[in-house]
């Protein structure tokens, strides 16, 4: 699988580090203390067939972070944005 970053262009995915789902945002209640929208936000997730965006890195080359839409059922890359 290659990405293809805006700075660089096409790279292998050796140079790149997939960080987490794009559409999940994390839970502004400081997270001190267990709550509801912290356990939904750390364990329970989908686990859907499809397209989804994902934010990856790509630290062995322009340190840029990118949003990665990719159909997780085949792996193909469908765009590659900057945030």
């Known amino acids: 699988m290659r990405l293809?970053?805006?700075h660089?262009?096409?790279r292998g995915l050796d140079e790149f580090i997939y960080t987490r789902d794009?559409?999940?945002s994390r839970p502004r209640?400081?997270?001190a203390?267990?709550?509801q929208n912290w356990i939904d936000y750390v364990?329970?997730?989908e686990n859907a067939a499809g397209p989804r965006r994902e934010y990856?890195?790509?630290?062995?080359g322009c340190h840029a972070w990118l949003i990665v839409t990719r159909n997780v059922?085949?792996?193909e890359i469908l765009s590659v944005d900057l945030p």
């Open 4 to 6: 293809n970053c805006p």
């Open 8 to 10: 660089c262009g096409p």
């Open 22 to 24: 794009a559409a999940l």
């Open 29 to 31: 209640d400081g997270g």
């Open 33 to 35: 203390a267990p709550t």
């Open 43 to 45: 364990y329970m997730r």
């Open 56 to 60: 990856w890195y790509h630290s062995a």
């Open 73 to 75: 059922s085949s792996h």
